[in-house]
T-cell receptor
């Protein structure tokens, strides 16, 4: 059984650029959720993908978008980066409505300068 | 809208002492989670509480859930330095699979 892996671990981008973050879900998990955690705060839900469809979205602008692939891995794309996008981005996989809890990846630390 | 509040936000405690972290949530929830986070690291799952009156213990940590009061507690017994971290509670509903996190409690245990 493999856990959730995220890449890259660290990233530095310039304001206005675009970034893609990747997440491989735990074996057998069909749901992937993305969270943004700013320094000193709790994680905030960005969106969730279930069987390649977006299945819920938090209070984030459209420049935050995502994909889920047939193998349940996922990407988070952020366009027109802003300084406030600097954060730890966490991916969590789960069994969807079957329950069973969430497995979090190690995160990607994004710094926008 | 589901909201989750934790207190205290910061907790500095001496080794060997006991203390409790509180987690209140605003509306009915299906599941309550406790996570630990070390600086710069990801979230480590500690407990999942599914029903009223649920109590789970692991080492020096014990979590409980009162769904009628919409309250969960994380009790620390005889604290040791290795417990220093930030602790988050979070709630979700089965049909949404969306976790709402509390503000976190930063725990520092000193000799």
């Amino acid at each position: 059984e493999t856990g959730v892996t995220q890449s890259p671990t660290h990233l530095i981008k310039t304001r206005g650029q675009q970034v893609t973050l990747r997440c491989s879900s735990q074996s057998g998990h069909n749901t992937v959720s993305w969270y943004q955690q700013a320094l000193g705060q709790g994680p905030q839900f960005i969106f969730q993908y279930y069987r390649e469809e977006e299945n819920g979205r938090g209070n984030f602008p459209p420049r935050f978008s995502g994909l889920q692939f047939p193998n349940y891995s996922s990407e988070l794309n952020v366009n027109a980066l802003e300084l406030d996008d600097s954060a730890l981005y966490l991916c969590a996989s789960s069994l969807g409505q079957a329950g069973g809890g969430y497995t979090f990846g190690s995160g990607t630390r994004l710094t926008v300068v | 809208e589901l909201k989750v509040e934790q207190n205290p936000l910061f907790l500095s405690m001496q080794e060997g002492k006991n203390y409790t972290i509180y987690c209140n949530y605003s509306t009915t929830s299906d599941r309550l989670y406790w996570y630990r986070q070390d600086p710069g690291k990801s979230l480590e799952s500690l407990f999942v509480l599914l029903s009223n009156g649920a109590v789970k213990q692991e080492g020096r940590l014990m979590a409980s859930l009162d769904t009628k009061a919409r309250l969960s507690t994380l009790h620390i017994t005889a604290a040791v330095h290795d417990l220093s971290a930030t602790y988050f509670c979070a709630v979700d509903r089965v049909n949404t699979d969306k976790l709402i996190f509390g503000t976190g409690t930063r725990l520092q245990v000193f000799p």
